[in-house]
């Protein structure tokens, strides 16, 4: 039987971050460095990128980065195939790379639909797709941990603009979860997600500067979430503590959604 410092111990494991030079995503290697994981992020921006690496050096993390946009398959292909030459492998996917655009339903641009679906969606379930037929399946083990958002279980009040691509993509981040658990659970294939409330980020930044006092008497914690509160739920589901749960959507949002 193993005690819990080995369950969450991540030592000589290499846990791939995207959208990880800063916000939920720097927040998510944080942990995971602390419990041993290599982690290696992966942005557009080499320099928010480097900012980030030394940051977690500091912190005595082991940290890597590459520069990659995983919105075509192309560019998806080239990232594993550096992480692998690197690192020889991966056995945490973390995706956390993400984007919103604003504007009524009724009047919502095309290429804002496509721009959110495209990375939200599409780019992750290729890198997904990609990790786990190179590193996850030959070995009949991994864990990806996805990103989604209360956004992706309820409606979007009307007060605060309309979203309605972002809902959609991560409706189906949560669903794309589930779907993944079940077709791969008898490959020793881990998926589950988390479900962040507001957390304070260049995503909800706008939002927070006009609805923030609002959002905060909405949730029963009565705050927003911090730099530390997703930290325990991304250990748990991305390490061997969280061996036995699969498919599912953990929400970190202080109680908003359930009133």
Not at 52 to 72: E, K, P, Y
Not at 200 to 216: C, H, N, Q, W, Y
Request: hydrophobic share 45%; net charge negative.
């Amino acid at each position: 039987m193993a005690n819990l410092k080995t369950l969450f111990n991540l030592e000589g494991r290499v846990a791939l971050i995207t959208g990880g030079s800063r916000g939920l995503g720097l927040q998510v290697a944080e942990a995971l460095g602390e419990f041993g994981a290599t982690v290696v992020l992966v942005a557009r921006k080499q320099e928010e990128l480097d900012e980030a690496v030394a940051h977690l050096g500091a912190l005595g993390i082991t940290a890597r980065s590459v520069a990659a946009d995983i919105g075509s398959h192309e560019s998806v292909v080239k990232l594993v195939d550096r992480v692998i030459a690197d690192e020889a492998t991966v056995d945490i996917l973390v995706n956390n790379a993400g984007t919103t655009w604003g504007a009524p339903a009724e009047s919502y641009p095309l290429d804002g639909w496509n721009k959110v679906m495209n990375l939200n969606v599409t780019g992750l379930f290729l890198l997904t797709q990609e990790v786990a037929k190179r590193c996850f399946l030959p070995r009949a083990r991994g864990a990806v941990v996805n990103v989604a958002s209360i956004e992706g279980l309820q409606g979007h009040h009307a007060r605060r603009g309309g979203t309605i691509a972002y809902n959609a993509a991560k409706g189906a981040v949560v669903n794309m979860t589930r779907a993944l658990a079940a077709e791969w659970g008898g490959s020793g294939i881990r998926v589950n997600a988390l479900a962040p409330g507001f957390f304070p980020s260049k995503l909800t930044e706008a939002t927070l500067e006009r609805f923030g006092a609002d959002l905060v008497d909405g949730t029963p914690l009565g705050k927003l979430g911090s730099g530390d509160d997703l930290k325990g739920a991304a250990l748990l589901l991305a390490s061997d503590a969280g061996g036995h749960i699969t498919g599912h959507v953990l929400v970190v949002d202080g109680g908003s959604t359930i009133i």
